[in-house]
């Protein structure tokens, strides 16, 4: 079985909650109301943002970042400041997707200091949000919790429980990553308080919080603990139907009971994770539960069954250009 990563939230400052049909339903609905009218004012600015985000939802980053920088432009044109600061925290979101972080560092730097301009404080701590992610990327923890710590310090001051919760579970994520575990659930903890204290605890972020927190209980051997907080997770993200992290609890709640050896439930959680992230098309995902099942099949004596689990694995692997999957998968089955 791979070694389970934590799930970490890169807490970008548009939070992507809407599933992929809603998003194309949004994108053809902006493309025509963009093709009905010629004027060139703020209000195209906003949408061609709006259309460009929508198309980094369902992972179209070429057009994403096409409509981004056509915003950026009539931004620029019509001296727009508010469009020209969205429209480079859209193109850094791309930037930082594609792992291109200086560019995404240089476009969030330049919207920073836009909102700055503007007062905007909400958006200013966003900014230093984004920036702080990206240094979390890079393995550049100081700075990464430097900018935390700023985005935090000013949605404190504008009472901002959102912004709060998501530094918070940023901060927290940088110190897992360290193996700082005690900090990692503290400020795990402070994000659950803040998220129940905005009255927002039907979404994503709330879900992958306890997720998180489970991780960490997981990383410890704790794994009553590690169950609680998987199962807490589904039963929300089932709430908010967001199959992508129902897919991520199931698969966290067969990775206990494969670790516990209870191999009968944990082959039922990882193919109810299997069957989602077949759904959705995640073939990362789905070589990631090949894995995981062909080791339980081994685990139960049925060879075959492994065998042909773990070649299905290698096959999606090699699709995606996964080489360290290739490697597990080339030693998994015996081959120099």
Do not use: W
Request: charged share 20%; glycine share 6%.
């Amino acid at each position: 079985m791979k070694q389970q990563q934590l799930f970490l939230l890169t807490c970008l400052f548009i939070t992507l909650n809407a599933t992929k049909t809603t998003a194309q339903s949004k994108i053809d609905s902006l493309k025509k109301v963009l093709k009905s009218t010629s004027l060139q004012d703020t209000t195209r600015v906003i949408r061609l943002n709006r259309l460009g985000h929508e198309y980094r939802i369902i992972g179209d980053y070429d057009n994403s970042l096409s409509y981004g920088k056509q915003a950026l432009q009539l931004a620029q044109e019509l001296n727009f400041k508010r469009g020209i600061a969205h429209s480079y925290t859209n193109i850094g979101n791309i930037y930082m997707y594609q792992g291109n972080y200086f560019g995404a560092l240089k476009m969030h730097f330049a919207s920073l200091k836009i909102m700055e301009e503007l007062g905007e404080k909400k958006h200013v701590a966003s900014s230093y949000t984004n920036i702080a992610a990206i240094f979390m990327h890079q393995g550049n923890y100081p700075e990464a919790l430097k900018n935390y710590a700023e985005a935090l310090k000013i949605d404190e001051d504008i009472s901002n429980a959102q912004g709060i919760a998501t530094s918070y579970m940023g901060i927290g994520n940088i110190y897992a990553l360290q193996d700082n575990y005690s900090d990692a659930l503290k400020n795990y903890e402070a994000s659950l308080k803040a998220k129940e204290a905005s009255g927002q605890t039907k979404d994503v972020t709330y879900a992958n919080t306890y997720m998180n927190i489970g991780n960490i209980h997981y990383k410890q051997s704790n794994y009553s603990e590690a169950l609680k907080n998987y199962n807490t997770s589904l039963t929300i993200c089932q709430a908010i139907k967001d199959k992508q992290s129902t897919a991520s609890s199931l698969g966290n709640i067969g990775n206990i009971y494969h670790k516990q050896g209870h191999y009968t439930e944990a082959l039922k959680n990882y193919t109810a994770s299997l069957k989602i992230k077949e759904e959705i098309g995640d073939k990362q995902g789905i070589a990631n539960s090949y894995n995981n099942m062909a080791v339980i099949y081994e685990k139960q004596g049925n060879y075959t069954e492994a065998l042909n689990t773990h070649f299905s694995s290698l096959k999606l692997e090699e699709e995606v250009g996964d080489k360290n999957g290739i490697a597990t998968s080339y030693i998994n089955l015996g081959i120099n």
